[in-house]
């Protein structure tokens, strides 16, 4: 059987005919747009798992006055900021003392860093 000159009128390939184009039905067009799917939207949440990095730009750190380098704090802006508060000692910094970049309670699964800072500092208990 000669393949059909464009394969995107009603066919798809079909693996396990040697690399003919064979028609698939309505369903299993259905099943493998699914698993498509579903592969893509494991990949996206694997990513988010990971943690993106908040950017200063975003809504949250913009209303929070998130900086990366608590050193660039405005002062005049922040009267109440140390320049010994970042991230990595505010009790809602969710990793380790020296890791680069880890969660926040105040920014879901994004991550913030290390030496960043925003105006929800708050000292750790204890
Ligand atoms: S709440 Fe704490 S850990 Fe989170 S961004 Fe603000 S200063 Fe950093």
């Known amino acids: 059987m000669a393949a059909p000159s464009n394969p995107v009128q009603g066919h798809l390939p079909c693996e396990a005919a040697h690399g003919g184009w064979q028609p698939l039905s309505r369903r299993e067009v259905i099943i493998r747009l699914v698993a498509g799917g579903a592969a893509a939207a494991g990949a996206g949440l694997a990513h988010a798992q990971a943690g993106a990095h908040v950017e200063e730009s975003d809504e ?3 209303t929070l006055g998130d900086k990366h380098d608590t050193t660039k704090v405005d002062a005049a802006k ?3 900021h140390a320049a010994t508060q970042h991230c ?5 910094w969710q990793g380790k003392p020296d890791e680069a ?5 105040m920014f879901g699964r994004k991550h913030v860093a290390n030496a ?3 105006q929800v500092w708050a ?3 204890g």
């Open 78 to 80: 922040y009267p109440k």
């Open 60 to 62: 949250t750190a913009v």
């Open 116 to 118: 960043g800072w925003c």
């Open 101 to 105: 970049w880890a969660g926040c309670a």
């Open 88 to 92: 990595a000692n505010c009790s809602f």
């Open 123 to 125: 000292k750790p208990p």
